[in-house]
């Protein structure tokens, strides 16, 4: 495989300590690589180290089979732009002249611009949708805003790389998609290689081709993301112990509430997971089942609470699953009904919900407010407390 | 492409070449005010014509290897109105403006450097410690060196103001904030100019006198070496700088941009420190330290060209500084004439409520 952008043994920190070390990438041509790791790993330090601005303590970096540091600055600068973190605050610069700053590797002595430089800062605008602010104060943007003409700046030095630092910082998810869209445009058509940061995993495993998760002192893995994420991927890297990340949604849930349960929840088919988030707010223990394994409610109730009874996808819910949850709900305080449709296969729900009502357990069921009826749940468990201790 | 060129305002260059116009005419205008203006007061027919006479037999004397002496030292010895033309008035008002242009470009540079319009050479102490080293050196050296010359006290300032800069940059790299490092630089001009008292303290007298009047800041006692001497280094100190536009503009846009863009950072930062030293030397050492031109002329200067752009703002500030500095002297020299105030009494009361008016803004700007 023609490799065309390649780390050898890379070394990288601040001050000749090494703070990662042993990083070996290779990206070919017009692929996109996404660093992601917890805060403080050192993915900026890698960032910086590729563009030069940080010194390498060892190993190299090759462009094109180049090695980066025998290039001149004006060399690198025709073959790599930087989008940075850093928040500049130029003074009466318009829009369009911060592009045309991209252009610097290109002009004479004192930077004048030719008829091809000026359609390069057009190109470049247009290209990230902004041609309407060319003319602009810089000052005045939004953080959106100014996040696309830095990317046009960048695109206006035509590199062949463009690293970016997590470009996504301070913007909204519109904004967000419209700048990877771009991002993924110039890497297919123009063959750029983009070699970025970013936060939001779910959108990192969507646009790259090749993730390096950065962690501790050294690479946690470098592929593509279908080979390095696993289940406990994500959960490993950040430390996450409370809460967690689904992978296959990108969803984020809190800490699960902690105790025994309190509320049972009776659903399925995606109408449990309001009730759940909602009980997570309150911190209310609960219990719920009996949900197939291949419930979206499944997936959020795994990972919100400790009792679950499941049951395997396109198979009959068995009776010692029923009487597993009949256990549960048992020693609940309250049981709540997400509203399930009640159907073929899910009939041992009814009989759940029959159930509670034979052992004079209170029964609620959810509307359209899940937050209103947690209340309700709420103060129907306190009253029975308060009945128990009179 | 042409009509599309039209939608971006890439430089101003209409309102550059306005500027430029009008600040050479008022340039012009303050000229002649100065040079007309005084205790005896010269028509200003009189003084254009001796002016052209002046100057057609000089560049005769040039061109004829002296053909012109006799006739030029005539003009010159006519009458007093031409003695005090061409020894006193000219030779002062180009002093005045060579300076005040430097100075202007030299506060220019500080605020590139770091990145902050609200910085200048007299602000941050620079030129304290300017005037510390030449004290100084009036004061011992002159014993030892027969006739203190202007080059030595260029030297002098220039060694004075990079080690007060290097001060400076030392406290920086602690003190992220503008306005501490400002408390910084005025602290290290107290301590500069305690110095320099301690100095006079041990001075004869004879040397006290020359010092007192040039530390408070003059342009007068100007001579057309004077003239020459500053001409010879700040011309190409201020045409260097204009070599330097094209990286300065990168680097407003912070070191990261700038160095992607193909900036060495470090020879780069060297550079304008030199230059920016060695403007401030020049005027700290010819004319005396004068206050606040180099923060409020750049100032001034971006927000009548509503541009940043250096190229633009290099000569506009250099132009600007020296109109500003020759009203200024007018100023100081008429008001209260006979008594010739100081140059940096008037600098002082129309720059620092400029620089006033910037913290304040720029405070507002960063709260909303």
Sequence with gaps: MDFYFRTEGLSVGYDRKVLIHDIDIAVEKGKILTLIGPNGAGKSTILKSITRQLELIAGTVYIDSHDLASRSPKELARQMAVVLTDRIRPELMTCAEVVAMGRYPYTNLFGKLTPDDVAAVQEALERVHALDLAGQDFSTLSDGQRQRIMLARAICQEPEVIVLDEPTAYLDIRHKIELLDILREMAQKRGITVIMSLHEIDLATKISDYLLCVKGDTIDSFGPPDAILHSHTIERLYDLHNGSYDLMFGSVELTKPAGTPKVFVVAGGGCGIACYRALQKRELPFATGILFENDVDFRVARVLSDNVVSAPAFEEMTSAQFERAAELLSGCAAVLDAGTPPGTFNRKNSELLRLAEERSIPVLRAGAQPAETIEKVIATISGLTDKMEV | ?368
């Design chain 2, 1 to 368: 492409m042409k009509a599309n060129n039209e939608k971006f305002r890439l430089g101003n260059t209409g309102r550059f070449t306005v500027v430029m116009v009008s600040l050479c005419g008022l340039l012009v205008l303050a000229l002649v005010m100065n040079v007309n203006i005084g205790s005896v007061r010269i028509a200003v027919g009189d003084v254009f014509r001796m002016i052209w006479d002046g100057l057609r037999y000089s560049v005769g004397n040039i061109f004829t290897g002296g053909g012109y002496a006799d006739e030029l030292e005539a003009l010159i010895k006519s009458s007093t109105e031409s003695q005090i033309l061409f020894s006193i008035r000219i030779p002062r008002m180009l002093l005045c403006s060579i300076l005040g242009g430097a100075l202007s470009v030299s506060g220019y540079l500080l605020q590139v450097f770091f990145r902050n319009p609200i910085a200048g050479p007299f602000v941050l102490g620079i030129s304290s410690g300017a005037k510390m080293l030449v004290g100084i050196t009036l004061i011992f050296l002159a014993g030892y060196i027969n006739g203190v010359s202007s080059l030595t006290l260029i030297i002098a300032a220039f060694i004075g103001s990079l080690i007060i800069t290097s001060v400076v940059l030392l406290f920086s790299h602690k003190v992220k904030n503008m306005s501490m490092l400002l408390v910084v630089g005025i602290m290290v001009g107290y301590i500069c100019g305690a110095v320099t008292d301690f100095c006079i303290t041990f001075a004869d007298e004879y040397d006290v006198v020359n010092l007192t009047n040039w530390s408070m800041g003059t342009f007068s006692g100007a001579s057309w070496d004077n003239v020459a001497t500053a001409a010879a280094m700040c011309i190409p100190g201020v045409l260097a700088s204009l070599f330097l536009s094209k990286p300065i503009s990168a680097y407003a846009l912070g070191e990261g941009y700038a160095q992607s863009m193909g900036i060495r950072i470090k020879p780069f930062r060297v550079l304008l420190i030199l230059l920016s030293s060695l403007l401030s030397a020049c005027v700290t050492a010819l004319a005396g330290p004068i206050s606040f031109v180099g923060i409020a002329v750049p100032h001034i200067t971006r927000s009548i060209l509503k541009s940043a752009k250096p190229a633009f703002v290099i000569p506009a500030a250099f132009l600007c500084g020296a109109v500003f500095c020759v009203f200024c002297d007018l100023i100081a020299r008429t008001v209260f004439a006979p008594t010739e105030l100081a140059i940096g009494t008037v600098t002082s009361v129309f720059g620092a409520p400029v620089v006033i008016y910037m913290m304040v803004k720029r405070r507002r700007a960063q709260e909303g």
